[in-house]
T-cell receptor, first 115, second 113 residues
Framework: GAGVSQSPRYKVAKRGQDVALRCDPI?????LFWYQQALGQGPEFLTY????????KSGLPSDRFFAERPEGSVSTLKIQRTQQEDSAVYLCASSLAGGPLDTQYFGPGTRLTVL | KQEVTQIPAALSVPEGENLVLNCSFTDSAIYNLQWFRQDPGKGLTSLLL?????REQTSGRLNASLDKSSGRSTLYIAASQPGDSATYLCASFLTGGGNKLTFGTGTQLKVEL
């Protein structure tokens, strides 16, 4: 079956623009995670959903970042008024249940460049 | 806050060599420790997962060990091949830390012919 897909794969935005990044998790996966990976660094946790409920958003760096998963499947990460420091690869992962025994399956990421 | 460090940051070895990648973490209250592989332009692939009660896990040419008391894990790759070239990341899942992985900065491995 299909893995986790993300779109667009690459996004260039001018500073101040709003962007929306999409994640399609593996069908049937209850949990969905967003991570931000800066150049040369490991991924850092942003937020976590179980079905449509956002259970943890402690990693979102500012109120310009907003994530939703309204129907418990596809998720969108929105960044308002983008800044240069938002440039990074945004990774989405899904897992069957979400606990520590579950493997998280990662998508290829969206590379965001803010000019 | 959990801090995960990986040494070395980059490594280049000739084909066939055995090698060890190191991962250290500051908070030993981990639920598990995972090793991932990341290829350019692709997502992360889980390689090995070691539960906190385990000492090691093996998969093919890969062996990962865990020493919670010293806050260390190692990934051993036997008989390295050019196809092993990638960035290797370790990540911990903290007990009571919510459903999130804390990643290290990665080791970029290049295996040369």
């Amino acid at each position: 079956g299909a893995g986790v897909s993300q779109s667009p794969r690459y996004k260039v935005a001018k500073r101040g623009q709003d962007v929306a990044l999409r994640c399609d998790p593996i069908s049937g996966h209850v949990s969905l995670f967003w991570y931000q990976q800066a150049l040369g660094q490991g991924p850092e946790f942003l937020t976590y959903f179980q079905n449509e409920a956002q259970l943890d958003k402690s990693g979102l760096p500012s109120d310009r970042f907003f994530a939703e998963r309204p129907e418990g499947s596809v998720s969108t990460l929105k960044i308002q008024r983008t800044q240069q420091e938002d440039s990074a690869v945004y990774l989405c992962a899904s897992s069957l249940a979400g606990g520590p025994l579950d493997t998280q399956y990662f998508g290829p990421g969206t590379r965001l460049t803010v000019l | 806050k959990q801090e995960v460090t990986q040494i070395p940051a980059a490594l280049s070895v000739p084909e066939g060599e055995n090698l060890v990648l190191n991962c250290s973490f500051t908070d030993s209250a981990i639920y598990n420790l995972q090793w991932f592989r990341q290829d350019p332009g692709k997502g992360l692939t889980s390689l090995l997962l070691i539960q906190s009660s385990q000492r090691e896990q093996t998969s093919g040419r890969l062996n990962a060990s865990l020493d919670k008391s010293s806050g260390r894990s190692t990934l051993y790759i036997a008989a390295s091949q050019p196809g092993d070239s990638a960035t290797y990341l370790c990540a911990s899942f903290l007990t009571g830390g919510g459903n999130k992985l804390t990643f290290g900065t990665g080791t970029q491995l290049k295996v040369e012919l």
